[in-house]
């Protein structure tokens, strides 16, 4: 199984850093039950409606990367890349909730009140994004949205050998297989070429921002996946301090 979609020494060096987080987002119990069909429809649901607010705030991100970039073909790819997170995730939440099953929960979470709210992880995920990529270096930018390109690109490869031949009625093959495709790939590994660029030619401090931008977003790529799994909400109930 190859996942290595490292551009150079660069983000070669940086893929080694966060192996300890993408080995705990690997080890999570709602990815596991992903593979083998066993997850709960209401978690999965649950997922596809923080997935799809999250996505818009993530195409808004790229398209301030658009507006920044000083390269005309990067400019292309950022804005060419926005738009295809917004009509890929409508056409898979499209078709994933075509089946009766995801459909029914779907309707039931939207009537419950919470189907078109964030959590509070996908808040600041998608907060964190957009501030980053309108506010600080072009850079730093890159470095904050990478991660949704290559740990979904690496994780679509460890799903897809965990499932092994999945059956047509494997109720979330629609999803394992977006994530496992040759343009998805390919265009993975534009955005790994563009920040190797970037932390070649960043001076040492930027460089280093960079690589905490880089690391904080897979952070938020972990907590994403178990906060749907966890039904997150709102709902603070009682702080208790650790003694």
């Known amino acids: 199984m190859t996942t290595d979609f490292s551009a150079g020494p660069q983000t070669t060096q940086l893929w080694d850093r966060v192996r300890p987080i993408v080995e705990q987002i690997e080890n999570l119990p709602f990815l596991g039950q992903l593979a083998a069909g066993s997850l709960d429809v209401n978690a999965f649901t649950n997922y596809i409606v923080q997935d799809g607010i999250y996505l818009n705030g993530y195409a808004k991100a790229m398209s301030f990367l658009a507006a920044g970039a000083n390269d005309r073909n990067e400019a292309r790819f950022w804005a060419s890349s926005a738009a295809e997170a917004i009509s890929v995730e409508e ?25 078109f709210k964030a959590s509070p992880t ?10 980053t990529a309108a506010s600080r270096s072009y850079g730093e930018g890159v470095a904050g949205v990478l991660p949704c390109f290559w740990v979904y690109a690496h994780m679509g490869k460890v799903l897809v050998e965990r499932a092994g031949q999945m ?77």
């Open 91 to 115: 056409e898979m939440h499209g078709e994933l909730l075509a089946d009766p099953r995801l459909a029914a929960a779907h309707d039931e979470l939207v009537s419950s009140g919470a189907g």
């Open 122 to 131: 996908t808040l600041g995920y998608v907060s964190f994004l957009v501030a």
């Open 167 to 243: 059956s047509a009625d494997h109720p979330y093959r629609t999803w394992v297989q977006t994530y496992d495709s040759p343009e998805f790939d390919e265009s993975t590994r534009q955005a790994v070429q563009l920040l190797e660029q970037e932390l070649t030619n960043a001076p040492a401090e930027v460089a280093a921002q960079m690589r905490a931008t880089f690391e904080q977003a897979c952070v938020y790529e972990l907590h994403f996946w178990a906060s749907a799994h966890a039904m997150q909400d709102w709902d603070a109930g009682v702080f208790v301090p650790k003694s």
